[in-house]
Structure formats: structure tokens, C-alpha cells
Nanobody, 125 residues
């Protein structure tokens, strides 16, 4: 599985961006997909995930109500709609795919098998 993320950029606080991650290779529909992010000098952190079978979504508390993850299996693409952006959302955003993600461990980056190259999101105040 190869993942390519794009859609990042520079936006003012309060603005919106939509990230996309396109998958190629093994059947996309059988993978749980997620977004993580990493700010300079910080650990990589979980943002959101969408399970392959149920379509259930989970979010980090810091983005809940502002970000929405979705997927289009026909297009092998997962999206992250980001609204009401804050300067603290500034980071490199990575998409990830996991074949087996156990309930309760979706926020653990170690469970994901494939990673995209990352796309920079910068939110100015």
C-alpha cells in the first residue's frame, strides 16, 4: 500500500482546509485509515480514524467538533476536513493505514502498517 497525502497549506486562524490521502496497492476498503500529526519538537499525535468495516470514526479531543474524517472507497481516498483551524493545529499531517486495528488502540501509531509522506498545515494567528 502506498499513501500520498496532499491538501496542506497556509491558512489564517478560523479558516478551513481539506486534506486528502490517496491509496494505491492493496484493497483500500479493508484498511482502517487515520490521520496523525506532528508539530516541531513534539511527538506524533493521533488526530482521527475511520474504521474499514463499520465506518465508525474517532477523534482526538483537541479536534472533536472541528475536524471530520471520511472515506470514499471507490476513489481509494480518505479525507480530513478541518474547520475553525487554530495556530496549535500547525503540524505535518500524516495519513496511515492499518489492516488490524483493535478497538481501543486506534490512536496508537504503532498499530498502523503504512504511512504517507505528510503534508504541512500552517495556521497563522
Amino acid at each position: 500500500v502506498q499513501l500520498q497525502a496532499f491538501g496542506g497549506g497556509l491558512v489564517q486562524a478560523g479558516g478551513s482546509l481539506r486534506l486528502s490521502c490517496v491509496s494505491s496497492g492493496r484493497p483500500f476498503s479493508r484498511y482502517t485509515m487515520a490521520w496523525f500529526r506532528q508539530a516541531p519538537g513534539k511527538e506524533r499525535e493521533f488526530v482521527a480514524t475511520i474504521r474499514w468495516n463499520s465506518g465508525s470514526t474517532y477523534y482526538a479531543d483537541s479536534v472533536k467538533g472541528r475536524f471530520t474524517i471520511s472515506r470514499d472507497n471507490a476513489k481509494n481516498t480518505v479525507y480530513l476536513q478541518m474547520n475553525s483551524l487554530k495556530p496549535e493545529d500547525t503540524a505535518v499531517y500524516y495519513c496511515a493505514a492499518g489492516a488490524v486495528i483493535y478497538s481501543g488502540s486506534y490512536s496508537d501509531a504503532r498499530g498502523y502498517d503504512y504511512w504517507g509522506q505528510g503534508t504541512q498545515v500552517t495556521v497563522s494567528s
